[in-house]
């Protein structure tokens, strides 16, 4: 099945949300370019449209889960052919593991209710360079400003969010608004992003595809 139609719109969508960002008054942040974005959901798209492999919110989720806790524990190496022959990122990632070093030093030191709001000026001076105004991932800023209650919290919308994807009837909106999870949730390996309005916005709609579905076919 090749990309067509709607999911060349599906496909460019999520490019766009993994390549356009906001910037902070401080800096501007840069990412993969656009075609590595579309050369990564190319990938997606074989695995899931020409094998038939089905793709399980849940799955997606406990996925997300491990890489992301592989990535900061810097056992990295199985994820190397991918994040430098897809990605074609560093093992670095761009200078982030640095901060993601300095941030788990301040989370040990405050686990459970975290450190409160950061503004950016605080956090570049705690971070200990200019070049990074949060922790460039989304856990770990949930850890260090809130703390494993902020994160329990966070567990239970994407816990809800993968819920309501798998009650969602197999319809190309499911197809697509997964797509978008998957674009949301890598981005979240790599950014903050629940800081902006756009991000509640997704999630928001997500969560709610089903209800859409039911009434149109009971319409």
């Not at 199985?78 to 670095?92: I, N």
């Not at 209710?113 to 949060?134: C, H, M, P, Q, Y």
């Not at 998957?182 to 902006?196: A, C, H, K, P, R």
């Amino acid at each position: 099945m090749d990309i067509c139609g709607s999911d060349e719109l599906i496909f460019t969508t999520v490019a766009g949300l993994v390549k356009n960002r906001p910037s902070g008054q401080e800096q501007k942040y840069y990412y993969c370019d656009e075609e590595q974005n579309v050369e990564f959901l190319h990938c997606i798209e074989y695995l899931f449209f020409k094998t038939n492999l089905k793709m399980n919110s849940y799955g997606i989720l406990v996925i997300y889960g491990c890489i992301t806790v592989l990535i900061l524990l810097g056992s990295t190496s199985l994820l190397k052919p991918f994040v430098e022959g897809v990605l074609h990122k560093d093992m670095t990632f761009t200078g982030r593991s640095t901060a993601w070093e300095r941030v788990l030093l301040l989370i040990a030191s405050k686990p459970v209710f975290g450190w409160g709001v950061i503004d950016s000026e605080t956090a570049t001076r705690l971070l200990k360079s200019i070049a990074f105004v949060n922790p460039h991932n989304q856990l770990l800023n949930c850890l260090w400003q809130g703390g494993i209650i902020l994160v329990f919290i966070l567990s239970l919308i994407m816990t809800t969010t993968a819920f309501n994807i798998a009650k969602t009837p197999n319809r190309p909106e499911r197809t697509g608004i997964q797509f978008v999870w998957i674009g949301l949730l890598i981005d979240m390996i790599f950014e903050v992003l629940l800081g902006t309005g756009a991000t509640w916005i997704c999630l928001l709609l997500i969560n709610h595809l089903y209800e859409f579905i039911y009434e149109r076919e009971g319409s």
